[in-house]
RNA sequence: UGGGGAGUCGCCAAGCGGCAAGGCUACGGUUUUUGGUACCGUCAUUCGAGGGUUCGAAUCCUUCCUCCCCAACCA
C-alpha cells in the first residue's frame, strides 16, 4: 500500500481494522467473481432525525467497504414517508457524512427519484397475481394477520380480479380515496411463520405533502417495497443494514424475485451500535431535543455527529473508532470509554498545550520583584509529540493556581502545593508555600503567598527533588474565560433498559461550568480551535457561543488521571460512575430433559420402540435422532442388514451424515445404508484413517459412488508404516524446533499441535494412534 | 408459545477440527518540567450448560438454558 493511510496512531489504516463477517463475504463473492468484481454499497437514512454515532457505524462500514474493494457507496435518502421527513434533515445528515470524511460523489439519490418505477412493478405485480388492492380497515388488517402463534386469514379482497386491482390501484393514484380506505398488499401467506410474508403492505395512501415531489403522488411506498427495488435499480451488491431487519430478508428476496428486476442485490444484517451511558434510539433522542433537556441536536451531550462535532471531537477519532470495535451480529454495548480513549489518542498528537486555569486561587510570589514582567518562551508541543511551535507566556509576581492543586493538609502522595512544600510551573520557576491567607471567619483560603527560586527557570535544581509540575496564568495577563465541563448524559450504563422514565437517569453533572482563566495565547485563537489544557483535559473553542472578548471552551474529553483515580475511591457520590443492574437476571432454569416421544408422530415413535427393543446397545439419544424421519430409519436399517453394528452406523448417522445433509436433507442423498456399511468395514480394517473415512463419506453422499471405488481411485489408504510416519515427524520436527524446545520445557498441550501437523503432512491419512505414539517417543527422548 | 438471530475475559472482538489473536478497562514497573504520552510486564487450563463423535473440539452432532427481533398503513 503506498498511499496507505495512516490512523492517528500513526499505524496504516489496514493494520488497526480487525476483519469482520461482511468483509469476508465481499472478499468471498470478489473471489467468486458473483458480480464481476464489483462492490456497491448504500447508506440510505431516512430524513427524519439527526444522524448518531450508530450511523456513524454504518456509515464507516458501508463508504469504508466500498472503499476497500474500489467500489462505490451511494447515499439515498429513503424517504418514502412524507409526513415524517424533512429537508433540514438531509442537509445535516449531508454535511455530517461529509464532516466523516466520506463522499458518495455522484451517487445521490433518493427513493422518491423511483416512485414512478415503483409504480409501474406494482402494476406488474398485480397482473402477475402476486399483489391485490385491500380494502380492511387498520383494526382489521392486524386482527386478520395473526399473532406469532396463529396463523392469519385471508383477507376478503385477496380474490379480487387483476382487473379490478388494476382499476382500483390506478384510482388510488389518482386520488380518488381518503387516506386509509385501501392499501396495495403483497399475495403471499397469510399463513406464514413468518409474519413479514403474512400479505405485507405494499403502498399506502396519503394525502400529503412530500418534500420532494411535491403533491405529485398520494400514495406512498411502504419500506419493504421501496428499499429492495431501490437497491436493485441502483445495481447495489451488499445491501447492509441492521439486525431487527434480518425477518425482512425474506421479503426482501420476494419482492426481487417477483419482481424480476435484472440485479439480484442481497442483504446483511449487524448488530448496531449501542454506548454505556447514552441512548440511541431516534425517538428519546428527539424527546431531549423536544423537552429543551438538552439544547438541541448539537449539544456536545448528545451522540449525534452534531453533537460531538461541536463536542470537539474529530472525524478521525470517530472513524477509529469503528473500526476498533469491529462488525458483529451480537448485540453488544460499547463502553463511552472506549470512544474517550480514541479522541485522547487522536488529539494527542495533535494539539497544542496550553496553560488555563478552572478554579483560580491567588497566588503572590514576595521574593518576586514587584512590576517586573517577564515572557518564557513556552513549546506548544511535548517533547514526544513530533509538531513544532511555541509561545510566549507572560510571568508576573501574581498569578492564578488551580485551587486542586494545593491543600492544607496534603495526604501521602500528593505532590502539589501544601503549607512549606515546594512544586514547578510549568515552564517556569520552582515555588515554595511561605504563608496561606485565609478568610478568619469561613476558613477559606483566600490567596497563597510563595517564594520563588530564581535559579529554577529552565533548569533543575540537584540539591533536592521537586515532584510536582502544575500549571498557572499571569493574574495580571490572564484572559477570563468560560469552561464547560461535559460529563456522560446518563448516570446508569444502560438508561434504554432502566424501568420507567430514562429521563430520570439523565446525570445532573452532565454539564458543569466553571469561570477561569486561559494563558494569552489561548485566547487569540479562532473559535473551532483544539488545545490540551495541561493536567485539565482537551478543550475546543466553542464555535457558538463566547466569539467575543469572553471566550468559551468546552472540554472535549478529560485526560487519563491515575491521581484521582487512588485518591477518588473514598468519594461514592461518582453519578457518572453508578452502575445500576436495570434488570434483576432472572434465575438460570434447570435444564430439562426432553421427552424423547414426545413430539414424534405414530410411525416415528413406533420405530423408535422397535430399534429400543431389538438394539438394547442403542441409547435414547441416538434412537431419537435416528428416529426423526422415515428416510433415516430405512436407511438405517439397510445399512444394519450389511453390517450388524447397530451402535457404529447410528454414531455415524448421526454425528458425520447429519452434518453433511444438513442443508439438502435426508431425501436427496445419493449413497444408499449398504454403501455405508460398506465404509464402516473399510473403517474397522484399519483400511483407512478416521479422517479420510469422513472424506470418503462426504464424496460418497453427493456422488453415490461405491466407498471401495472413492478409496482406490485417490489413494487413500491409511499410512500405519512405522518408518515412514518417523520420517513425517522428523521432518515436523526440524521445521518447528521452536515448538520442540517450548515441548521439552513443558508445555504438553503442544502435543496436539504436532500430531495436527503430521496429520497434515500425510493429508489425514497416517494413523494417529501411532502418531501420536511416535512423536511423544521423539518429543521425550 | 410459531419464526428469525445471538451467547468466547469487566466491555468490544478474532477464531470455522490441531498452540484461546487484538483493542479498551484494570493492575504493576520504566521514562517524563502534564499524576498526560510513550515503553515494558501481568490479566480466559477455557469459549452459556450437559451429553456425544474424534488421536485431538470454542469449532462437528445432540439436548437444554439465557438474551434480542417480528403481530405500525414507521424505517
Given at each position: 500500500?503506498?498511499?496507505?493511510?495512516?490512523?492517528?496512531?500513526?499505524k496504516?489504516?489496514s493494520?488497526?481494522?480487525?476483519?469482520?463477517f461482511?468483509r469476508?463475504?465481499?472478499?468471498?463473492?470478489?473471489?467468486?467473481?458473483?458480480?464481476q468484481?464489483?462492490?456497491?454499497?448504500?447508506?440510505?437514512?431516512?430524513?427524519?432525525g439527526?444522524?448518531?454515532?450508530?450511523?456513524a457505524?454504518s456509515?464507516?462500514l458501508?463508504f469504508?467497504?466500498?472503499?476497500?474493494?474500489?467500489?462505490?457507496?451511494?447515499?439515498r435518502?429513503?424517504?418514502?414517508?412524507?409526513?415524517?421527513?424533512?429537508?433540514?434533515?438531509v442537509?445535516s445528515?449531508?454535511?455530517?457524512?461529509?464532516?466523516?470524511?466520506?463522499?458518495?460523489?455522484?451517487?445521490?439519490?433518493?427513493?422518491?427519484?423511483?416512485f414512478?418505477?415503483?409504480y409501474?412493478?406494482?402494476v406488474?405485480l398485480i397482473?402477475k397475481g402476486k399483489?391485490?388492492?385491500?380494502?380492511?380497515?387498520?383494526?382489521?388488517?392486524r386482527?386478520?394477520?395473526?399473532?406469532?402463534t396463529?396463523?392469519?386469514?385471508?383477507?376478503?379482497?385477496?380474490?379480487?380480479?387483476?382487473?379490478q386491482n388494476l382499476?382500483?390501484?390506478?384510482?388510488?393514484?389518482?386520488g380518488?380515496?381518503?387516506?386509509?380506505?385501501?392499501?396495495?398488499?403483497?399475495?403471499?401467506?397469510?399463513?406464514?411463520?413468518?409474519?413479514?410474508?403474512?400479505?405485507?403492505?405494499?403502498y399506502?395512501?396519503?394525502?400529503?405533502?412530500?418534500?420532494?415531489?411535491?403533491d405529485?403522488w398520494?400514495?406512498?411506498?411502504?419500506?419493504?417495497?421501496a428499499?429492495?427495488?431501490?437497491d436493485?435499480?441502483?445495481?447495489?451488491?451488499?445491501?447492509?443494514?441492521?439486525?431487527?431487519?434480518?425477518?425482512?430478508?425474506?421479503?426482501?428476496?420476494?419482492?426481487?424475485a417477483?419482481?424480476?428486476t435484472e440485479?439480484v442485490?442481497?442483504?446483511y444484517?449487524?448488530a448496531?451500535l449501542?454506548?454505556?451511558?447514552?441512548i440511541?434510539s431516534?425517538?428519546?433522542?428527539?424527546?431531549?431535543?423536544?423537552?429543551?433537556?438538552?439544547?438541541?441536536?448539537?449539544?456536545?451531550?448528545?451522540?449525534t455527529i452534531?453533537?460531538?462535532?461541536?463536542?470537539?471531537?474529530t472525524?478521525?477519532?470517530?472513524?477509529?473508532?469503528?473500526?476498533?470495535?469491529?462488525?458483529a451480529?451480537?448485540?453488544?454495548?460499547?463502553?463511552?470509554?472506549?470512544?474517550?480513549f480514541?479522541?485522547?489518542d487522536?488529539?494527542?498528537?495533535?494539539?497544542?498545550?496550553?496553560?488555563?486555569?478552572a478554579?483560580?486561587l491567588k497566588v503572590?510570589?514576595?521574593?518576586?520583584?514587584e512590576?517586573?514582567?517577564?515572557?518564557?518562551?513556552?513549546?506548544?508541543y511535548?517533547h514526544?509529540?513530533?509538531?513544532?511551535?511555541s509561545?510566549?507566556?507572560?510571568?508576573?509576581?501574581?498569578?492564578?493556581?488551580?485551587r486542586?492543586?494545593f491543600?492544607?493538609?496534603?495526604?501521602k502522595?500528593?505532590?502539589?502545593?501544601?503549607?512549606?512544600?515546594?512544586?514547578r510551573?510549568?515552564?517556569?520557576y520552582?515555588?515554595?508555600?511561605?504563608?496561606?491567607?485565609?478568610?478568619p471567619?469561613?476558613?477559606?483560603?483566600t490567596?497563597?503567598?510563595?517564594?520563588?527560586?530564581?535559579?529554577?527557570?529552565?533548569k533543575t535544581?540537584t540539591?533536592?527533588?521537586?515532584?510536582?509540575?502544575?500549571?498557572?496564568?499571569?493574574?495580571?495577563h490572564?484572559?477570563?474565560a468560560?469552561?464547560?465541563?461535559?460529563?456522560?448524559?446518563f448516570?446508569?450504563?444502560?438508561?434504554?433498559?432502566a424501568?420507567?422514565?430514562?429521563t430520570q437517569?439523565?446525570?445532573?453533572?452532565s454539564?458543569?461550568?466553571a469561570e477561569?482563566?486561559?494563558?494569552?495565547?489561548?485566547?487569540t485563537?479562532?473559535p473551532?480551535?483544539?488545545?490540551?489544557?495541561?493536567?485539565?483535559g482537551?478543550?475546543?473553542r466553542?464555535?457558538?457561543d463566547?466569539?467575543d472578548?469572553?471566550?468559551?471552551?468546552?472540554?472535549?474529553?478529560?485526560?487519563?488521571?491515575?491521581?484521582?483515580?487512588?485518591?477518588e475511591?473514598?468519594?461514592e457520590?461518582?453519578?457518572?460512575?453508578?452502575?445500576a443492574?436495570p434488570?434483576?437476571?432472572?434465575?438460570?432454569?434447570?435444564?430439562?430433559k426432553?421427552?424423547p416421544?414426545?413430539?414424534?408422530?405414530?410411525?416415528?415413535?413406533?420405530a423408535?420402540?422397535?430399534?429400543?427393543?431389538?438394539?438394547?446397545?442403542?441409547?435414547d439419544?441416538d434412537?431419537?435422532?435416528l428416529?426423526?424421519?422415515?428416510?433415516r430409519?430405512a436407511?438405517?436399517d439397510?445399512?444394519l442388514?450389511e453390517?450388524?453394528?447397530?451402535k457404529?452406523?447410528?454414531k455415524?448417522?448421526?454425528?458425520?451424515m447429519a452434518?453433511?445433509?444438513?442443508?439438502?436433507?435426508w431425501?436427496?442423498?445419493k449413497?444408499?445404508?449398504?454403501?455405508?456399511?460398506?465404509?464402516?468395514?473399510l473403517?474397522?480394517?484399519?483400511?483407512?484413517?478416521?479422517?479420510?473415512?469422513?472424506?470418503?463419506?462426504?464424496?460418497?453422499?453427493?456422488?453415490?459412488?461405491?466407498p471401495?471405488?472413492?478409496?482406490?481411485?485417490?489413494g487413500?489408504?491409511q499410512?500405519?508404516?512405522?518408518?515412514?510416519?518417523?520420517a513425517?515427524?522428523?521432518?515436523?520436527?526440524t521445521?518447528n524446533?521452536?515448538?520442540?524446545?517450548?515441548?521439552?520445557?513443558?508445555?504438553?498441550?503442544?502435543?496436539?499441535f504436532?500430531?495436527g501437523?503430521?496429520?497434515?503432512?500425510?493429508?489425514g491419512?497416517?494413523?494417529?494412534?501411532?502418531?501420536?505414539?511416535?512423536?511423544q517417543?521423539?518429543?521425550?527422548?
Amino acid at each position: 500500500m503506498s498511499n496507505a493511510e495512516t490512523a492517528p496512531n500513526g499505524k496504516p489504516d489496514s493494520e488497526t481494522k480487525a476483519n469482520n463477517f461482511v468483509r469476508t463475504i465481499i472478499e468471498e463473492d470478489l473471489a467468486r467473481n458473483k458480480y464481476q468484481g464489483r462492490v456497491v454499497t448504500r447508506f440510505p437514512p431516512e430524513p427524519n432525525g439527526y444522524l448518531h454515532i450508530g450511523h456513524a457505524k454504518s456509515i464507516c462500514l458501508n463508504f469504508g467497504l466500498a472503499q476497500e474493494f474500489n467500489g462505490q457507496c451511494h447515499l439515498r435518502f429513503d424517504d418514502t414517508n412524507p409526513t415524517k421527513e424533512d429537508i433540514e434533515y438531509v442537509h445535516s445528515i449531508q454535511q455530517d457524512i461529509k464532516w466523516l470524511g466520506f463522499d458518495w460523489q455522484p451517487n445521490l439519490f433518493h427513493a422518491s427519484q423511483y416512485f414512478e418505477q415503483f409504480y409501474e412493478k406494482a402494476v406488474f405485480l398485480i397482473k402477475k397475481g402476486k399483489a391485490y388492492v385491500c380494502s380492511l380497515n387498520e383494526e382489521e388488517i392486524r386482527e386478520y394477520r395473526g399473532t406469532v402463534t396463529e396463523p392469519g386469514k385471508p383477507s376478503p379482497y385477496r380474490a379480487r380480479s387483476v382487473e379490478q386491482n388494476l382499476d382500483l390501484f390506478q384510482r388510488m393514484r389518482n386520488g380518488e380515496f381518503e387516506d386509509g380506505t385501501h392499501v396495495l398488499r403483497a399475495n403471499i401467506d397469510m399463513a406464514a411463520a413468518n409474519m413479514k410474508m403474512r400479505d405485507p403492505l405494499l403502498y399506502r395512501i396519503r394525502h400529503a405533502h412530500h418534500y420532494k415531489t411535491g403533491d405529485a403522488w398520494c400514495i406512498y411506498p411502504m419500506y419493504d417495497f421501496a428499499h429492495p427495488l431501490s437497491d436493485a435499480f441502483e445495481n447495489i451488491t451488499h445491501s447492509i443494514c441492521t439486525l431487527e431487519f434480518e425477518n425482512n430478508r425474506e421479503l426482501y428476496d420476494w419482492v426481487v424475485a417477483e419482481c424480476e428486476t435484472e440485479a439480484v442485490p442481497r442483504q446483511y444484517e449487524f448488530a448496531r451500535l449501542n454506548l454505556t451511558n447514552m441512548i440511541m434510539s431516534k425517538r428519546k433522542l428527539l424527546r431531549l431535543v423536544n423537552e429543551g433537556l438538552v439544547e438541541g441536536w448539537d449539544d456536545p451531550r448528545m451522540p449525534t455527529i452534531a453533537g460531538f462535532r461541536r463536542r470537539g471531537y474529530t472525524p478521525e477519532s470517530i472513524r477509529n473508532f469503528c473500526d476498533m470495535i469491529g462488525v458483529a451480529k451480537a448485540n453488544s454495548t460499547v463502553d463511552l470509554g472506549q470512544l474517550e480513549f480514541s479522541v485522547r489518542d487522536d488529539l494527542n498528537f495533535k494539539v497544542p498545550r496550553v496553560l488555563a486555569v478552572a478554579k483560580p486561587l491567588k497566588v503572590v510570589i514576595e521574593n518576586y520583584e514587584e512590576g517586573k514582567e517577564e515572557n518564557i518562551e513556552g513549546s506548544l508541543y511535548p517533547h514526544d509529540v513530533p509538531l513544532e511551535g511555541s509561545r510566549t507566556i507572560p510571568f508576573s509576581r501574581e498569578i492564578y493556581i488551580d485551587r486542586d492543586d494545593f491543600m492544607l493538609e496534603p495526604p501521602k502522595k500528593f505532590f502539589r502545593l501544601a503549607p512549606g512544600r515546594e512544586v514547578r510551573l510549568r515552564h517556569a520557576y520552582i515555588i515554595k508555600c511561605e504563608h496561606v491567607v485565609q478568610d478568619p471567619e469561613t476558613g477559606q483560603i483566600t490567596e497563597l503567598r510563595c517564594s520563588y527560586d530564581p535559579n529554577t527557570l529552565g533548569k533543575t535544581p540537584t540539591d533536592r527533588k521537586v515532584k510536582g509540575t502544575i500549571q498557572w496564568v499571569s493574574a495580571a495577563h490572564a484572559v477570563p474565560a468560560t469552561l464547560r465541563f461535559y460529563d456522560r448524559l446518563f448516570t446508569m450504563e444502560r438508561p434504554d433498559l432502566a424501568e420507567g422514565e430514562f429521563t430520570q437517569y439523565l446525570n445532573p453533572h452532565s454539564l458543569d461550568l466553571a469561570e477561569g482563566f486561559v494563558e494569552p495565547w489561548a485566547a487569540t485563537r479562532e473559535p473551532g480551535t483544539r488545545f490540551q489544557f495541561e493536567r485539565i483535559g482537551f478543550f475546543i473553542r466553542d464555535t457558538k457561543d463566547g466569539r467575543d472578548v469572553h471566550p468559551v471552551f468546552n472540554r472535549i474529553v478529560g485526560l487519563r488521571d491515575s491521581w484521582a483515580k487512588q485518591s477518588e475511591p473514598k468519594s461514592e457520590s461518582q453519578p457518572a460512575k453508578t452502575k445500576a443492574t436495570p434488570k434483576a437476571p432472572a434465575p438460570a432454569k434447570p435444564a430439562v430433559k426432553r421427552d424423547p416421544l414426545a413430539d414424534k408422530s405414530p410411525e416415528m415413535a413406533a420405530a423408535f420402540k422397535r430399534l429400543k427393543e431389538t438394539h438394547a446397545e442403542l441409547g435414547d439419544n441416538d434412537l431419537d435422532v435416528l428416529t426423526t424421519d422415515a428416510a433415516r430409519v430405512a436407511f438405517f436399517d439397510a445399512a444394519l442388514a450389511e453390517l450388524d453394528d447397530a451402535k457404529l452406523i447410528a454414531k455415524w448417522m448421526n454425528n458425520e451424515m447429519a452434518r453433511e445433509l444438513k442443508e439438502n436433507g435426508w431425501g436427496a442423498l445419493k449413497a444408499t445404508g449398504p454403501q455405508l456399511a460398506q465404509l464402516l468395514i473399510l473403517r474397522n480394517k484399519g483400511t483407512i484413517s478416521a479422517t479420510i473415512a469422513k472424506d470418503v463419506l462426504a464424496d460418497m453422499l453427493v456422488s453415490g459412488t461405491d466407498p471401495q471405488k472413492i478409496v482406490a481411485a485417490k489413494g487413500l489408504e491409511q499410512v500405519s508404516d512405522s518408518g515412514a510416519l518417523e520420517a513425517v515427524i522428523d521432518d515436523v520436527m526440524t521445521a518447528n524446533q521452536a515448538e520442540v524446545d517450548r515441548f521439552r520445557n513443558g508445555e504438553k498441550k503442544l502435543m496436539g499441535f504436532f500430531v495436527g501437523q503430521a496429520m497434515k503432512a500425510t493429508k489425514g491419512k497416517a494413523n494417529p494412534k501411532m502418531i501420536n505414539q511416535l512423536i511423544q517417543k521423539k518429543l521425550n527422548g
